[in-house]
């Protein structure tokens, strides 16, 4: 199980992306957003307060539906890049004269204090993580304990005909290796979060044409392989790749060109910290207070 970076993702590439990604919230990342709001019927603690994590690229649609399942709770908006975060604002935020905008909490656009959330949502972002466990430690810093983490991401099976297109031609990988849903859940328990509750399911997409399908994977990432090619592409390639795609993918009985994505779903709750001790023992003052109160109750 990979416990630093992922050694198939480039993190030059990776924060390259972050920086030019469209603003705005793909298809396939509002449908995502749904069925996770399907799943949150499986939680019963309603939050207080609540962090969206990368809402523009995660789905604005989803952050309404959120909002609307949680109107008394104070909520925060993170978002790296300053387009995305004026987007969010824009999108978000109510005019003055909404009567919304004077009777539930204001949203905001900043990163809540440490052990100030209940919920944090984050949609479709891990598998574009380059550091994956300093992520997931960011979540868990972010989290009140007994506090729940829902994310989704994308899993190994996604663009699988893609990539034995790529391999049988002897191309150069079509995209970065992706992490399964078990490697999450480890990973998550090693973080410090408890009873993780991962499941998958396959989304198959369909399309007219190779062009339509190289657009939509444009619009959803990019491929962050350190061992992708490593230069422009000429025309000439181009065209070689359209008609293969054309010629090769798999069709349904309509004819339309089908492409496979695996998403990954996982929920998991902030623990009580365990300290081990030794002669010397540091333990942050957020931490002492959340063991502290958790004794007490015990008795």
């Not at 061992?227 to 293969?244: E, M, N, V």
Request: charged letters at 20%; hydrophobic letters at 45%.
């Amino acid at each position: 199980m990979p416990t630093d970076r992922p050694p198939t993702l480039d993190p030059t590439a990776v924060g390259r992306w972050q920086r030019v990604a469209p603003a705005a919230s793909p298809w396939l990342h509002e449908e995502v957003a749904r069925r996770m709001l399907d799943r949150l019927q499986w939680i019963k603690l309603k939050p207080q307060a609540w962090l969206h994590w990368g809402a523009v690229r995660g789905g604005l649609q989803a952050h309404l539906h959120l909002a609307r399942m949680y109107p008394d709770s104070a909520c925060f908006v993170l978002e790296a890049q300053e387009d995305r975060a004026q987007a969010a604002i824009k999108s978000i935020v109510k005019p003055w004269w909404h009567p919304k905008r004077w009777t539930v909490p204001a949203v905001r656009f900043e990163a809540p204090p440490a052990a100030a959330v209940d919920m944090l949502w984050a949609n479709m972002t891990l598998h574009e993580a380059a550091d994956p466990p300093a992520l997931l430690a960011q979540w868990h810093q972010a989290l009140k304990v007994g506090g729940f983490v829902m994310f989704s991401s994308l899993g190994p099976d996604t663009t699988r005909e893609l990539r034995e297109i790529y391999q049988a031609l002897g191309w150069p990988p079509a995209g970065h290796q992706l992490t399964d849903m078990h490697d999450w859940g480890d990973m998550l328990v090693q973080t410090g979060f408890a009873e993780p509750v991962m499941d998958m399911e396959r989304i198959t997409l369909t399309y007219e044409t190779p062009e339509r399908l190289l657009q939509e994977l444009r619009e959803l990432g990019r491929n962050f392989h350190p061992q992708r090619f490593p230069a422009l592409r000429g025309r000439a390639w181009k065209a070689r790749l359209l008609r293969t795609l054309q010629e090769q993918l798999p069709r349904q009985a309509d004819g339309r060109i089908v492409l496979t994505f695996e998403i990954i779903y996982g929920h998991a709750m902030k623990a009580q910290p365990k300290v081990k001790l030794s002669p010397l023992s540091a333990v942050s003052v957020a931490d002492m207070r959340a063991m502290l109160q958790g004794s007490r109750g015990a008795h």
